[in-house]
């Protein structure tokens, strides 16, 4: 009686332990996707302000840092505030 207790929870739990792992993949494979359509957007509007540099405001567009991907970016502070004594 135990024993099938345990293999029939070992089946359950390595069943959920599958489901995971190939959901896991699939938001992988979505991040990356997201990832690329960002740095294509990036790029698209890096070369269009490059394109336009007659134009003062396509200046400073392309002095900007819009073509770094925001994963270069450093990540706020989000309100934490350090205390020095």
Do not use: C, F
Request: aromatic share 2%.
């Amino acid at each position: 009686m135990a024993m099938s207790l345990v293999a029939s929870s070992w089946v359950g739990l390595s069943n959920i332990y599958q489901g995971m792992i190939l959901r896991l993949g699939q938001l992988e494979e979505k991040r990356v996707g997201l990832r690329k359509e960002m740095d294509q957007h990036e790029l698209a509007i890096l070369t269009a302000a490059q394109s336009n540099n007659s134009n003062q405001t396509s200046r400073k567009l392309a002095d900007e840092s819009i073509g770094v991907s925001r994963r270069s970016r450093p990540i706020p502070s989000l309100g934490r505030t350090t205390h020095k004594k």
